[in-house]
């Protein structure tokens, strides 16, 4: 009953590792498929490889979590084979990419196309050095365009993850959908920080960061009940999800399934189990006879 299609991916259950958490290493994701995820998302890689930014890089805080880890990654060549080692898991592993030009993108794609992923996400979140002062996921033509590049570059389904530090995300997802999406994650992290008030300083290495958590659920259940109203291509809700509770209401927001990052540290690797899980007990108590069911009951 919890079983879910998604742009042509078979998933047991709704529940997606999200990028960036346990997503470095095949046997990372090797054991989050054997605690009970659908899918895995690796963490984002691009061209080359990348340190990232100086510690500390994740502090937990009220109800959410901040990181700033500045897409440290070994770069795709050495990505590759771990992620073919993480396609035993026997779930779809879809490979988070990132660029900072829009042929990057597309480069760092047909390489992991090659490796036989099974999707990709791009991960929108990031500058674009040609026109300084923008983000991929903040300006419609521009994520359009990355979209367009990738699709044209590799024949898997491909989803636009998006940003919500922007006026309007709906406006970004359609774009994305019209170069070609076959699915949108909906979100990444929001800016945010926090101050050390010992030090009279920011707590992260970066100063700013990312926000995850329980805190960023309604903000990204918001994006995902716009986004859904508007766009024919299915949606992967991220940000907060926790519990099944959760899970189901993004469910009813739009969704067809979702990810979890920051709840992998707060509740277990065992969180896909147990959201699964629970979101089965909510269907058999309310004599709802498929997750799919429930998808989208709130637009009504
Ligand atoms: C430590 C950390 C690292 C992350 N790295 C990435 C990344 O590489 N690529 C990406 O698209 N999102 C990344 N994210 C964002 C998550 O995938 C997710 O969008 C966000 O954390 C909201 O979901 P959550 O509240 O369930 O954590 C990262 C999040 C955290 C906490």
Do not use: W
């Not at 570059?153 to 919500?164: E, G």
């Amino acid at each position: 009953m919890l079983d879910v299609e998604i742009a042509g991916l078979e998933l047991r259950n709704p529940t997606v590792l999200a990028s960036g958490i346990l997503g470095t290493t095949a046997a990372s994701l090797l054991r989050v498929a054997r605690n009970g995820a659908g899918a895995v998302v690796a963490k984002s890689c691009g061209l080359m490889p990348r340190e990232g930014h100086p510690n500390p890089t994740v502090v937990e805080i009220e109800q959410g979590i901040l990181n700033a880890v500045g897409l440290a990654n070994p770069g795709v060549e050495e990505f590759t084979e771990e992620l073919r080692q993480a396609l035993r898991g026997g779930v779809p592993v879809i490979a988070s990419v990132y660029g900072f030009r829009v042929e990057e993108y597309a480069a760092v794609a047909k390489i992991l196309s090659r490796a036989g992923v099974s999707a990709i996400e791009l991960n929108l979140s990031c500058p674009n050095v040609e026109k300084v002062g923008s983000l991929f996921g903040a300006d419609a033509e521009l994520a359009h365009e990355v979209v367009r590049e990738v699709k044209r570059t590799v024949s898997l389904p491909v989803f636009a993850k998006l940003t919500a530090n922007v006026g309007d995300i709906v406006e970004i997802a359609k774009a994305c959908e019209e170069g070609g999406a076959d699915g949108i994650t909906a979100i990444n992290t929001l800016k945010a920080m926090a101050i050390d008030i010992k030090a009279k300083a920011p707590v992260l290495g970066n100063k700013v960061g990312g926000l995850s958590g329980q805190c960023l659920k309604p903000v990204a259940l918001r994006c995902v009940y716009e986004i859904a109203q508007e766009v024919e291509i299915p949606i992967m809700g991220c940000g907060g999800v926790t519990s099944g509770r959760d899970a189901v209401e993004y469910l009813m927001a739009g969704a067809r399934a979702v990810q979890i990052g920051s709840a992998v540290l707060t509740r277990g690797i065992s969180v896909f189990k147990k959201v699964a899980l629970e979101i089965q007990e909510f269907l058999e108590e309310r004599g709802y006879s498929h997750v799919r069911d429930i998808v989208g009951l709130a637009l009504k």
